[in-house]
């Protein structure tokens, strides 16, 4: 269930920063606050393995803007430089 809300940020993520058609400044900030506040991104393996499954790599400078270190260990895990394991 985790594994599928993860899956369902990332991708509404993607759209509403980069899909011409959905496209939204605004509503991408608020969400992107909105799952880091309610930790949804707190398993870095995981998030570190749906990133790389929905090939969202451009997602993480923008979520660097909200938690700078989480992303940074997100990162180190996708480059396979971590104790965090792909689930």
């Keep these: 269930m985790r594994d599928e809300l993860i899956q369902q940020g990332i991708r509404l993520l993607l759209k509403v920063f980069y899909d011409e058609e959905h496209k ?38 923008k979520m660097k803007l909200i938690d700078y270190e989480l992303v940074e260990q997100i990162e180190l895990r996708l480059r396979g430089i971590t104790q965090y394991p792909l689930d």
Excluded: M, Y
């Design 24 to 61: 939204s400044d605004e509503l991408a900030i608020t969400s992107l606050e909105l799952f880091f506040e309610i930790g949804l991104f707190d398993d870095i393996g995981q998030v570190a393995r749906l990133i790389e499954e929905e090939h969202a790599f451009a997602l993480l400078e």
